[in-house]
C-alpha cells in the first residue's frame, strides 16, 4: 500500500471483524497485530483471564492489567473506519442537523475539530472566519467524499490530536516516551511527568516511521522463506505417505517370503520323513526275505531265533522312525513358533509405524497450522505497516509504530527460525524399536575381530563414542590433541568423509546418536547439548542451564540417544535424572531413574525401554520402564563372570534382529562384547577382546556383506569389526 493509496483501495478483509465478521467496532489490537472489536473480545475471553489466543494466527498473548480494556486501540484502523462510516452516512442521509445553525438540512462540510457537519452557509463562514483559524485544517468538503483519489494520507491529515487523558479539555502537544509515547499536553508536563523523556511528536514520528520502513524492508528479505514452509510441510505430508506405504509394504514382503520359506522347509521335512520311513521299510522287508530263504534251510533249529530278531528287528526301526519323527516334529513345531513370532513381531511394527504416522501426522497438522498462521502474520504486519505509513498521522505513527516494529521483529525470528524436526516427521523408523523380523534363531559373534581398521581421522587423540544409522553412515566424536571436539563421518574403510570442529572445549566426554537420516544430537564438554547436519555440516547448540530453570549447578550430561517414535532426544548424566529434549532443543521433561541407579555412562532405547549403563554408580546395567516423569526397572542385564573378574557396563547397542550387545570393562582395559537375549537381559554369548586395544564404544551396522559390531579404539584410532553371523 503505497503513501498516496485511495482509501477505496483498502481491501474489505483489512477492517473486518474475524469473529463477527462485519466492520470492525472499537478496534482493539493484538501485540502480532490482528485487530479485533472490544466486545467481541470480551465475549470469548473469560472473565478473569491472563492469556488471549488469536482467533487468526493462534498466537497465545499474555493480556495487560485491565484485560480487554488494557490492549491498544487501534487508532489507524479507527480513523479509516471513522472516514468510511462519514463517507456511508452521507449517501444514505444528507440531511444533517448543522453544528452552528442547529438548521436539518444538507450537509456540506464535516469539521473535525468539532466532530460534527455544517451546512453550506456555516461552511463559508466556518472556513474563512479568524474566529476558527485553528479548525480550517480539520474542515473536511463532503464533495471530495466521493472522489477516487482520496486518499488516507489526506484523511489522516484532517484529524486532530488526541486529548490528554489528565487534562481531557485540552489537546496533546507532547509525547511521553517515558510512558510509551503517551500523548501529553503542556500542564503535564510540570505534574505527574516532571522529568520524563518528552519528545516533540513531528519529530519523533519520522523517526520511527524510518525505523519501520527499514525493519519492513528486513522483514520482506524472509517472505520467500516464510511463503515456502507451506510447500516443505505438504512435501513432508507426501512422503510420510509414501514411506508408510514403502515401509509397510517391505515388511509385509518379508513376512511373505519367510512364510513361503518356512512352508517350504516343512514340506521338505515331510518329504524327508516319508522317505526315511520307506527306506526303512524298505530294508525290513529285504531283511525278512533273506531271513526267510535261511529259515527254509534251518527251519526247526533256526525259527524261535527268527521270530526274536524279527521283533528286534522291528522294535529297533520303530524306535528309529519314532525319534526321527519326533526330531521331524520338534523342527517343525520350532519353524511354526518362529513364524508366528515373527509374525507378531511384524505386526507390532506394522502397528508401530501407523502409531508414528498418526503423531507426525499430528505433528505436521500442528505445523502446518503454525505456518499458516505465520503467512497471514506476514501478510497482516505488512498490510498494517503499509497503512500506517500510507496515512503520516504523527500521532497515530508515534503511538502505533513501537508495537507493529515490536511484531516485525518477533516475526522476522521466527521466520528465520530454522525447523529441524520437519525432516523426522516425513518418516517413520523401525530399527531399535522391536525384536528381529526373521525366523533366523541365534545371531552369532566372530570369535575374533576380523579385520583392524586404520581410521585417517585428523589429530584425533581419543575417540569416545560412535554411532550409525540404517543407511550404513558412521559417525565418530572425540577430542583432538588440543583438546577441542570433534565430529567425524567415515566409510567402513576408515577414510574420513567429514570432520567438524565443535564451538569451545570439551572434556573426556562426547557422545552422539542418529535422531534422523542426516540428523546427529551430541553432547560434549560443560553441559552442550546440540545438533550436528551432516549434509552442510551446520551445528545448533545450547548450554543445558540456558533452557532449563532449575538445572543443578554441578550437573554433567554423560550419554545421549534418541527415541525414534517420539522423535526425543534422551540426555543422561551422573545422577539419576533423564532430560528429554525435542528436535528443536526445546526441554520437554525430566524423568527420574529408579533408586537402584545412581547415574547413566551410556544409554540406548530399545522396545519403549531405556537401557543404562551404570558403570561409574552400581557397576550394573538395567532395562528402564519410562513414564512420565517417573520411571521402573523392568529387569536387570546379568553380569558377566568371565575370567571371574569384576565387569563393569560403558557401552551398549542393539542389533537388526533385536539381540542386545554390551561392553564390559575392567581393571586393565580389558573389553568383553556381550550379546543378550531379546527378551530379558539373560547371557547368550560372551567374546573379549584381544588385550592389546582400549575399546572406547559399540554399535551394529548394515554393509553390504550382512550386519557387523564396530568398536573403535580410545587412543590409537583404530577401528575393530566383528561379523554377525
Not at 67 to 76: A, E, Q, R, V
Request: proline content about 3%; aromatic content about 6%.
Amino acid at each position: 500500500m503505497a503513501s498516496a493509496s485511495p482509501l477505496k483501495d483498502i481491501d474489505e478483509q483489512y477492517l473486518q471483524c474475524c469473529i463477527c465478521m462485519e466492520q470492525l467496532k472499537e478496534p482493539k489490537i493484538l501485540p502480532c497485530l490482528h485487530r479485533y472489536c472490544r466486545e467481541c473480545l470480551e465475549k470469548i475471553v473469560k472473565k478473569g483471564a491472563k492469556k488471549i489466543e488469536c482467533v487468526t494466527c493462534r498466537e497465545v498473548h499474555t493480556l495487560p492489567k485491565g484485560g480487554i480494556n488494557g490492549l491498544k486501540t487501534d487508532f489507524n484502523t479507527k480513523n479509516i473506519i471513522e472516514f468510511i462510516q462519514l463517507q456511508d452516512s452521507v449517501k444514505v442521509d444528507p440531511l444533517r442537523t448543522c453544528i452552528h445553525c442547529r438548521k436539518k438540512q444538507k450537509a456540506s462540510a464535516f469539521c473535525f475539530r468539532c466532530n460534527d457537519f455544517l451546512c453550506e452557509t456555516c461552511h463559508e463562514f466556518h472556513a474563512s472566519s479568524p474566529m476558527f483559524e485553528d479548525h480550517h485544517p480539520h474542515i473536511f468538503s463532503l464533495s471530495e467524499a466521493e472522489a477516487a483519489n482520496l486518499t488516507i494520507q489526506k484523511l489522516s491529515s484532517l484529524k486532530v490530536a488526541p486529548r490528554c487523558q489528565t487534562h481531557p479539555e485540552k489537546l496533546s502537544e507532547l509525547c511521553c516516551t517515558t510512558c510509551g509515547n503517551l500523548p501529553i499536553c503542556v500542564p503535564c508536563t510540570y505534574g505527574e511527568h516532571q522529568g520524563h523523556i518528552l519528545k516533540e511528536v513531528k519529530s519523533l514520528a519520522k523517526i520511527q516511521r524510518g525505523m519501520l520502513k527499514g525493519k519492513i524492508t528486513d522483514l520482506l528479505q524472509y517472505k520467500e522463506k516464510a511463503y515456502s514452509r507451506r510447500e516443505e510441510i505438504k512435501k513432508a505430508k507426501d512422503k510420510l505417505e509414501l514411506n508408510v506405504d514403502q515401509e509397510s509394504r517391505k515388511l509385509q514382503e518379508q513376512l511373505d517370503r519367510e512364510e513361503e520359506r518356512i512352508k517350504k522347509e516343512i514340506q521338505d521335512a515331510e518329504k524327508e520323513l516319508n522317505t526315511k520311513q520307506a527306506h526303512l521299510e524298505e530294508r525290513m522287508e529285504e531283511d525278512t526275505s533273506a531271513r526267510k530263504k535261511e529259515l527254509g534251510k534251518e527251519m526247526r533249529e533256526l525259527r524261535e531265533r527268527y521270530e526274536q530278531a524279527c521283533r528286534e528287528e522291528r522294535q529297533e526301526a520303530d524306535l528309529n522312525f519314532r525319534e526321527i519323527k519326533e526330531k521331524n516334529n520338534e523342527e517343525k513345531k520350532q519353524l511354526e513358533e518362529g513364524l508366528r513370532v515373527m509374525n507378531n513381531e511384524i505386526q507390532e511394527l506394522l502397528a508401530s509405524i501407523r502409531t508414528q504416522k498418526d503423531e507426525h501426522a499430528k505433528k505436521i497438522k500442528e505445523l502446518s497450522d503454525h505456518f499458516d498462521g505465520i503467512v497471514k502474520r506476514f501478510e497482516n504486519v505488512t498490510a498494517t505497516a503499509d497503512c500506517i505509513l500510507a496515512a503520516q498521522n504523527d500521532w497515530t505513527d508515534v503511538q502505533c509504530i513501537p508495537g507493529v516494529c515490536r511484531a516485525v521483529d518477533l516475526l522476522r525470528e521466527e521466520v528465520k527460525r530454522d525447523n529441524p524436526g520437519m525432516e523426522n516427521l516425513s518418516g517413520v523408523r523401525i530399527r531399535g524399536l522391536l525384536a528381529g523380523v526373521t525366523v533366523r534363531g541365534k545371531v552369532g559373534i566372530s570369535e575374533d575381530a576380523e579385520s583392524i581398521i586404520d581410521l585417517h581421522i585428523k589429530e584425533s587423540k581419543y575417540i569416545t563414542d560412535i554411532t550409525s544409522n540404517e543407511d550404513g553412515t558412521i559417525v565418530i566424536t572425540g577430542l583432538t590433541s588440543a583438546r577441542q571436539t570433534y565430529i567425524a563421518v567415515i566409510t567402513m574403510g576408515g577414510s574420513l568423509q567429514q570432520q567438524n570442529i565443535l564451538p569451545g572445549t570439551g572434556l573426556n566426554i562426547v557422545r552422539c546418536s542418529f535422531l534422523s537420516q542426516y540428523l546427529i544430537p551430541v553432547i560434549y564438554g560443560d553441559n552442550q547439548i546440540g545438533i550436528y547436519d551432516i549434509r552442510d555440516q551446520s551445528k545448533r547448540f545450547i548450554n543445558l542451564s540456558d533452557v532449563m530453570m532449575n538445572c543443578p549447578t554441578n550437573q554433567q550430561v554423560t550419554s545421549i540417544t534418541t527415541d525414534p517414535v517420539n522423535g526425543h532426544i534422551i540426555v543422561g548424566c551422573y545422577s539419576r535424572d533423564v532430560y528429554v529434549f525435542n528436535s528443536k532443543l526445546e526441554h520437554v521433561k525430566t524423568i527420574k531413574l529408579p533408586d537402584v541407579i545412581k547415574g547413566a555412562d551410556d544409554i540406548a532405547m530399545y522396545k519403549g525401554n531405556l537401557l543404562v549403563c551404570d558403570s561409574s554408580g552400581t557397576g550394573r546395567a538395567f532395562a528402564v520402564a519410562l513414564k512420565q516423569t517417573a520411571s521402573e526397572v523392568e529387569y536387570e542385564f546379568t553380569k558377566p563372570t568371565h575370567g571371574g573378574a569384576d565387569w563393569y557396563p560403558y557401552s551398549v547397542c542393539t542389533d537388526q534382529n533385536g539381540y542386545i550387545y554390551m561392553l564390559w570393562e575392567r581393571s586393565g582395559g580389558r573389553s568383553l562384547i556381550v550379546q543378550y537375549t531379546k527378551d530379558g537381559g539373560q547371557i547368550e554369548l560372551e567374546r573379549e577382546v584381544d588385550r592389546t586395544h582400549n575399546i572406547s564404544a559399540i554399535t551394529a551396522v548394515q554393509t553390504k556383506q550382512g550386519e557387523k559390531l564396530l568398536l573403535p579404539t580410545l587412543g590409537t584410532k583404530k577401528l575393530l569389526t566383528y561379523s554377525l553371523t
